[in-house]
Every structure is written in C-alpha cells, then in structure tokens.
C-alpha cells in the first residue's frame, strides 16, 4: 500500500496566484481529511469528506478556500487568491470507518504533506 | 471542548536512556488516543493508539503507551533510545463529537545526544 499521496511537496507562489493541492487517499478508505499546520495554530482540521461528500467544512478559514472530491480517490484543497497568512503546511489524511464489538472506530492516517510558502 | 495538552515542548535525551513524553487530555466520553510521529520535513506517522481494553498499548519502533484515565493521561515510553528517534512527537483525542477531528497537542520536539 502506498499510504495517503500528496502532491506537491513544495509549493513557492506569489501572493495573489492560485495555489493547489492535491491528495490520492489509501484505497479502500471512505473518509478523507485536510488538516493545516502552522506554528501558531498546530494542527486543525479544515474540511473532511465521507463517501466524497463536504461533511464539515466549519474549518476552512474563509472563501478563498475551496476542498473538492470528485470520486474516491482524488481529492483537491485550492487557494484563491494565496496570501502571506496562507503559508503552512497541509497535510491530507484518510480513515476507513470500522466497528469492533459496536463500538465505532477510526484510525486517520496521514500524507507527507505539502509545504506551502506564499510570497 | 476537547483538547490535548503536551506539556513538553523539548526534550533531550541521551542515546539509550529511556524515554517518557507526557500527554494529558480533556475528554467528555471515552477517549480515543494516539500518537503520532513526525521526523523534520515529513509527514505524521500513527505509532500507536487505544480505543479500549488493555491500557497497556505496544507501538512501532518499541514504543509503548499507557492510558491512565483517572489521570487523563495517555504517556509515550521507550526503554531505550536511538538516535533515529529524534523527531516531533504528537498525542491527539477523537473523534470531536460530531466532527470526526482529531484534536492535536502542540508536539514534543525530541532530541538525542549521542
């Protein structure tokens, strides 16, 4: 298996520009997450989708961002226009719901993530 | 609210010393708890986590982690340190009840003296 995708790694763009990120979750995983991490805030969650349907996106911080996933293995966070304040490192997770013994169950697991730096 | 506090932010520890890095959280229900890896300029890796039984939880790379609930703890030990080790080092809780997000500490950045 070859985990969660993501891709680019690096990403240096001009404030302004369109920025986007892409993520391949593990197959078989029905659940997939963008989460930003930023040395002020940690690691919060931004959007998460279950069966490539926006569940939440309470944690997208303003309009200029937009999460999409067109089928189960593909998946796209975009930046219009970037800003300096955009600058972190995203990082894409994907989880396959489970149960055991009826209790509900999840394990995240993560992408390498992509480092972004708006100029 | 849930949260997660870590209150290590850096540790230093020699090569083959053991290890514990502390986690507490804040949880209204049973907690699931993990613990996540990130080495410099990579992603996070699960090293562990509990959801229930055993408190006594076995990890990769010898990691190991109990889950204490009358302390609202979940701490991380390693008998024995390498120096591959030295990363940052992640407790988190979930599910947030509704949102499935996974609430993260600040991290422990640990280093290993030779």
């Known amino acids: 298996d070859a985990g969660v995708i993501q891709s680019p790694r690096h990403e240096v763009t001009e404030m302004g520009q369109e920025v986007t990120l892409r993520c391949k979750p593990i197959?078989?995983?029905?659940?997939l997450f963008w989460y930003r991490q930023t040395m002020m805030r940690g690691l919060e969650l931004l959007i998460y989708f279950n069966n490539n349907v926006p569940i939440d996106d309470s944690g997208m911080p303003e309009d200029r961002f937009s999460a999409k996933m067109p089928n189960a293995s593909f998946s796209t966070l975009k930046i219009q226009p970037s800003e300096p304040r955009d600058s972190a490192v995203y990082f894409c997770a994907s989880s396959g719901l489970g149960t055991s013994g009826g209790q509900y169950q999840e394990t995240q697991y993560f992408g390498p993530g992509t480092r972004l730096l708006v100029l | 609210a849930q949260s997660v506090t870590q209150p290590d932010i850096h540790i230093t520890v020699s090569e083959g010393a053991s290890l514990e890095l502390r986690c507490n959280y804040s949880y209204g229900a049973t907690p699931y708890l993990f613990w996540y890896v990130q080495s410099p300029g990579q992603g996070l890796q699960l090293l562990l986590k509990?959801?229930?039984?055993?408190?006594l939880v076995q990890g990769i790379k010898g990691f190991e982690a109990e889950f204490k609930r009358s302390q609202s703890s979940f701490n991380l030990r390693k008998p024995s340190v390498h120096w591959s080790d030295a990363a940052e080092y992640f407790c988190?809780?979930?599910?947030?009840?509704?949102?499935?997000?996974?609430?993260f500490g600040s991290g422990t950045r640990l280093q290993v003296q030779p």
């Open positions: 988190a809780v979930g599910p947030d009840t509704g949102r499935r997000a996974l609430t």
């Open positions: 197959s078989g995983h029905n659940s």
């Open positions: 509990y959801f229930s039984g055993d408190t």
